[in-house]
């Protein structure tokens, strides 16, 4: 499928062409698992469609193997979304839970997963119950430990609003806030953004959080640790859809497992990108895509554009950014 020409400013198109050099080849001597195993941790009874739509974005950019870990009720409406994706009824909501349940006993088993995974997101249809957030606290901190990358978004980012220590000074985290999120978590670390652009402002509570990476959504994403901000400019639709950062979530996952099969030298590469720089990239690199799907999704469905709508275009919106030839100004 040749690419189409995607206009972008000469900062993008250099980032982007950065962002490819992370891109694994095709290569018959990969096997399964080796170019991402991704966790979507959320998934309550009432919101079903979020963890689908990370998950799923995530399995058609390239990820070889896509989980889903939810709620029993959400898991058997998961699982009849698509056969693709590995769903594991382990989170419990308190209204579900025997008296003797507890968070770290529920967490056991998902930390248990761990070592089988390369990448966590955490918060798309998870929900505000107690005992959900408490258990993704307890995976935080697991997660933590093993050096593992994850990125919060929707309800997981109410993790770092009421307990900041789970993501302080961790610089493999992303948080992607929108605009209200966005707000919410300043207020909980006493900036005031008052007088402060959007570049600026990221950047106050990425150093605020002590370097992790934010990308704080709107007309154009600000990509920031604090000390490096990319903008990321790519026009996207004008349909404000819910669901749309799910994709962007799901693509995240995807393009830090490649960020790892990159470290963990899985093809012959120049070797140029550190893991500080790739997980900019990555960062970037999400978001530039979601933007793309969401352009293309528009241009079809108009004001009828879904969530559902981006995931389909994933594909397309990847060889559009990354495929050969150089996508031009």
Not at 257 to 268: I, S, V
Request: charged share 25%; aromatic share 6%; with cysteine.
């Amino acid at each position: 499928m040749p690419s189409e020409t995607v206009e972008m400013s000469h900062a993008t198109r250099d980032i982007l062409l950065r962002v490819r050099k992370m891109i694994p080849p095709m290569l018959d001597k990969f096997h399964k698992g080796q170019m991402g195993r991704i966790a979507v941790i959320g998934g309550s009874e009432d919101y079903t469609g979020a963890p689908y739509f990370s998950a799923m974005a995530s399995a058609k950019l390239g990820a070889d193997m896509s989980h889903v870990i939810c709620e029993p009720q959400a898991a058997q409406v998961i699982k009849t979304y698509s056969p693709n994706l590995m769903v594991h009824p382990l989170m419990r909501q308190s209204s579900h839970a025997s008296a003797e349940t507890t968070s770290s006993s529920i967490a056991a088993t998902i930390i248990d997963m761990l070592p089988r995974l390369h990448v966590l997101v955490i918060g798309p249809g998870l929900g505000r119950d107690t005992l959900m957030q408490d258990t993704c606290a307890h995976v935080i901190k697991a997660a933590r430990e093993k050096k593992m990358p994850f990125v919060l978004d929707a309800d997981g980012l109410a993790l770092a609003q009421s307990k900041p220590e789970l993501v302080q000074g961790y610089k493999e985290c992303i948080l992607t806030p929108n605009v209200v999120e966005f707000g919410r978590l300043c207020k909980s670390q006493g900036i005031d953004t008052k007088g402060l652009g959007d570049a600026e402002g990221a950047e106050k509570l990425a150093k605020a959080f002590g370097g992790v990476t934010i990308i704080r959504k709107g007309k154009e994403d600000y990509v920031t640790n604090g000390e490096k901000t990319y903008i990321s400019d790519i026009e996207g639709g004008l349909k404000r859809s819910g669901g749309q950062g799910d994709t962007l979530t799901g693509s995240l996952a995807t393009f830090l497992g490649w960020r790892k099969a990159y470290l963990d030298g899985l093809w012959e590469h120049e070797g140029d990108l550190d893991e500080v720089e790739l997980l900019a990239l990555a960062a970037f690199g999400g978001s530039a895509l979601t933007r793309e799907c969401s352009k293309l999704a528009f241009s079809k469905k108009g004001r009828s554009m879904q969530a559902s709508d981006l995931t389909e275009e994933v594909h397309v919106a990847f060889i559009n950014l990354f495929d050969e030839p150089t996508p031009k100004l």
